[in-house]
């Protein structure tokens, strides 16, 4: 079962920033917190992680709180191309055994 | 070029028919999955393989036999087809010995049981 709880769906206006909320209470010291997101009719591909650090990249940042039991994706400036199922995953970095549970993850939809 | 690729895309066939489908990627890496998601869109891992070697068998069927003939790929034979069987199965790879790095997925192979 995964192991992250996050609403069902959100929708943010295009422009404007897109918060994504994931609540992981029950997260270990030695797991990372993932963020992937998945197009229609597309692999889930790969956004952000971080373990207790809040993290940028050029697709979004990962603001990861003090007790590490929630974190948020911020999609900074949403374009419709956003539109997306975006799923919130926690693992242990352990090598070959390093699979991915999914939840139901949140569905973004950026409108005009 | 396509970091991890799938044939076919789509695949239509009868219950009871054996079929395989393929997956490669150019990656470099050393470990590859693949992944069910059904029409709830759930994303369940079924299997892992790293450096050839089977590690993760998520209770999948024995009608489902993944065979890896070099790091670069991993295919899914099925079978005895059946309904149930109908959904989109995505390959995906990483490397083992940088644990923390993401999977990398390709773009799914859709499987529809008539």
């Known amino acids: 079962d995964a192991k992250t709880t996050q609403p069902p769906s959100m929708d943010c206006a295009e422009g404007r920033a897109a918060n994504l909320p994931c609540n992981h209470s029950?997260?270990?010291?030695?797991?990372?917190v993932y963020w992937y997101r998945q197009i229609h009719s597309q692999g889930p591909q790969y956004i952000i992680h971080?373990?207790?650090n809040n993290e940028t990249n050029e697709m979004a940042s990962l603001i990861i709180t003090e007790d590490r039991k929630s974190s948020t994706l911020i999609l900074p400036h949403a374009t419709l191309r956003d539109t997306a199922v975006y799923y919130c995953i926690v693992r242990v970095a352990s090598g070959n055994t390093g699979k991915l549970i999914f939840g139901q993850g949140t569905t973004l939809q950026v409108k005009p | 070029d396509t970091a991890v690729s799938q044939t076919p895309k789509y695949l239509v066939t009868q219950m009871g028919n054996d079929k395989s489908i393929k997956c490669e990627q150019n990656?470099?890496?050393?470990?590859m999955y693949w992944y069910k998601q059904d029409s709830k869109k759930f994303l369940k891992i079924m299997f892992s393989?790293?450096?050839?070697?089977?590690?993760i068998n998520e209770t999948v069927p024995n009608r489902f036999s993944p065979k890896s003939p070099d790091k670069a790929h991993l295919n899914l034979h099925i079978n005895s087809l059946e309904l149930g069987d109908s959904a989109v199965y995505f390959c995906?790879?990483?490397?083992?010995?940088?644990?923390?790095?993401?999977?990398?997925f390709g773009d799914g192979t859709r499987l529809s049981i008539l």
């Open positions: 995906a790879s990483s490397h083992s010995d940088r644990p923390n790095q993401p999977q990398h």
């Open positions: 990656l470099g890496h050393d470990t």
């Open positions: 971080g373990l207790k």
């Open positions: 393989y790293n450096n050839k070697e089977l590690i």
């Open positions: 029950t997260i270990s010291g030695n797991e990372y």
